[in-house]
């Protein structure tokens, strides 16, 4: 079972940035990030594929970075130029199939 700790969520004024992290028990090539925001369906926001190609949803636009640390079995997703929309519970998520799921972290872009 690999256990998926998501961290550095938090409260920032539109344009401004975060970086969130995600710690993985163990290695797992496929790692991601999706989001919830509140009365949605949760929708994928950026990931590394099975060969280590990051992939993005059409919103980030250039404004995300999905990058990885393989040393320390993490994945970071860095938010530059956030925006109300992007007010979320931002998940990580891994394995195959997207089998494993870490708890969640507040993302809120205030206006």
């Known amino acids: 079972q690999v256990q998926l700790v ?3 969520g938090g409260l920032v004024q539109a344009g401004g940035s975060l970086r969130l992290s995600c710690a993985a028990s163990e290695r797992t090539n496929t790692m991601g990030w ?3 925001a509140p009365g949605k369906d949760r929708e994928f926001v950026a990931a590394f594929n099975w060969s280590g190609v990051p992939n993005y949803a059409n919103f980030v636009k250039g404004r995300f970075t999905i990058s990885r640390d393989n040393a320390k079995n993490t994945v970071y997703l ?8 992007d007010t ?3 998940y990580c998520a891994g394995g195959v199939a997207y089998g494993y799921w870490g708890q969640g972290t507040q993302v809120t872009v205030s206006s």
């Open 6 to 8: 998501e961290s550095g």
């Open 34 to 36: 999706f989001r919830q």
């Open 78 to 85: 860095q938010m530059n130029s956030l925006q109300p929309e």
């Open 88 to 90: 979320a519970v931002y």
